[in-house]
């Protein structure tokens, strides 16, 4: 209670005062998801420990010398309200930068200002409104871990205790002659049945009033209203029999109704658990990054590091894990960490965390902890600014709602022609008709099924960044392609040098220059140049679309385009990628790249030529047009010559004019144009530059099966359809027995979560056994 006025919860309470007091009232008719401030105890020494340096630094995410990030884990996380509050923490506090919830977790990621707002004052400010972190061992030791929902296990406990029981004094009632038990005994039994059924019906139940009422605050009408309509139906017309006829009325029924729906609540939560669509760090987020061991590097999946590894970073390349600096100089932006842009200055031997990205020359790192790959993809779930279409998820949790309503209505319309016949019967077939019919599977069909197909997709080499990008690959109707990186093969370019001979010592110059570049040209001129020593590299710049520059031995090296290097565009055409050189300022001549393209690349082009629209758009010129025309057909629109900005304007054109559109790039040079697609798709190739504007990365062994990948995005559909049906011929069946009064209640609320399970089980099984069949190979 707040100002005479009734909430759900804390979290509820607080934001209507924060509205309140902020004098933001009108809030509640533009958005009823809402509630501000509780005064109350702080707690202060409870979160005393958080002032130990030790312990702050193991539970950060993230710090430097202004900003921290925390991950916190919050049972009392539950509601809408719940999630408006924590994320507008900033309302309370203006040193908090930024929060998030992870709903399914009860989590909330925190970015803040420690110089104004210490972590233990955080922590405090969250108990204040009822939000009380809960920080264990596990979480000190980063395993991640939490403790399972203990109150549920007591809710089942006691109605378990008191179904029991009552069924025991209900016993003599299923015997013949049962109703000629004697009436002080009926009354008896009756007394105790209704003492027992009390913390059943006040305890046990809480959560389902809770976020009925809720519902009918927030004008939605959940799941959870006509089970509390049909227990609180139960209990009134039980209580009746017991005061008025004696005897135990539908006691025994109603403590077993609760009693199973609360397990059959827990089933599901495990269910969920062993379900679970994160996917397992063995298993996802494909970048790999350059090992140096004997002073050779070696590629490796991320992975496989392991603390006390030396890993090279080079510009743009994300740093996977907690490192210290050994080698270079550190020019860190922690944009994908924070949102702050402006690069942080590492020396040697700095402490340098997850997720920030190197600008400049390639630094050298000594792995402090091995890779939380599930950090990343929250990071790289965080960095999606794209526009959010309503999605079919959200469709089905609407028809959800119209579902309750008209199974309200047909448990009504039932009471009432039972009614004439015997009250009794009427609370009974009410109930049991509120019970049995159930959209809980309805609204599980669309997460799990497309949640199985992004957990079946992982396996064979397409990462998604969430379960939307299935339903974004299903519409879509038009395919971009990269060139350089993307179709073609970088560790087999062929690479020849044209002009003036070069020494061995320039040859290192030039080799000591590309190794801090990742893009799919450097890899391929770097890998084709002899191994020599690796030269200090100062002042480097990598201009997107363009070239490298950088001092090498105090001598300035330029390598890129013709107008890059000479100042001067060339007019000659030539019939191969080239990358001019120049030294101190004295062209050299250019090196020549034949490509080599993906295998199967002509097969796929055409399959999915004949169901999509194709085009290509290549920062190169156009010497290879002719050979990508017998690949891609007369019908494909090739471009050649697009800067980074031209590939991101043809993008916008082409979802300006209606299509649904996949691009598909290397990452480095197609941020832009990814982040403006539907479905951003890159490619990871050995070393991969990950791009937090990508929706998905395919492995590029696994590039030749992309048609496949798209054609199954199709079949998870049918499986929604397939499901829908099966729930709703569960429904259909369920409902006519239960209006018919052949259902009992109990019997009910042990099918329900049932057809919730086997919704899970054919969703589970049809995707992997038709992934078996399509995607194999």
Known sequence: MWNDKAFCCHGCSTVYQILNENQMGEYYKIQPMSGIKIVTDSQSGKFAFLDNEEIRQNLLDFTDENVSKIRFFIPAIHCASCIWLLEN??????????SSVNFPKKEVTVTFNHNKLSLRQLAELLAAIHYIPEITLDQLDKTGKTKSDQNLLIKIG??????????MYSFPEYLPGGDLLEKEFKD????LSFILILPVVFYSSIDYYLSAWKGIRHKIISIDLPISLGIIALFLQSSWVVFHDGGIGFMDTLAGLLFFLLI????QSKTYEALSFERDYKSYFPVAVTKIEKDKEIIIPIKNLKKGDRILVRNQELIPT??????????IDYSF?????????????????????????????????????????????QADEKMKEISLNTHVNKVSQYFTIVILIIATAAFGYWFTESISTAVYVFTSVLIIACPCALALTVPFTLGSTMRVFGRKGLYLKNTDVVEQLHKTDTIVFDKTGTITLNREMKTNFHGESLSDYELSQVQSLVRNSGHPLSKALHDNLPQSDILIVEDFQELVGMGLTGMVDHKEIKLGSHLFVTGIKSDESFTESRVYLKINGELKGYCSFANSYRGGLAGMIQQLGSAYELHLISGDNDSEKQRLTEIFGNKTRLHFNQSPTDKKAYIES??????????????????????????GLTVADDVFSFSPACDAILEATAFSRLIRFIQFSHTSFKVIKASFFISLTYNIIGLSFAVSAKLSPLVAAILMPLSSITIISFVTISISILASRKLKG
């Open 188 to 191: 008896i039994f009756g007394w």
């Open 89 to 98: 923490l900033s309302t309370l506090d203006t040193a908090i930068k930024y």
């Open 337 to 381: 960490v924070t949102g702050e842009s402006v690069p942080v200055s590492k020396k040697l031997n700095d402490f340098i965390y997850a997720g920030g990205r190197q600008i400049g020359s390639s630094i050298e790192l000594v792995v402090e902890k091995e890779v939380e790959q599930s950090y990343l993809t929250q990071l790289w779930n």
């Open 264 to 267: 059959g609540k827990w089933y």
């Open 158 to 167: 006691i109605a378990s205790f008191s179904f029991l029981n009552i069924m």
């Open 322 to 331: 907690d490192a210290f600096i050994i080698k270079g100089n550190g020019n």
């Open 654 to 679: 082409l979802r300006a004019s209606g299509k649904h559109v996949l691009m598909i790039g290397d990452g480095l040079n197609d941020a832009g144009a990814l982040s403006k697609s539907n479905t």
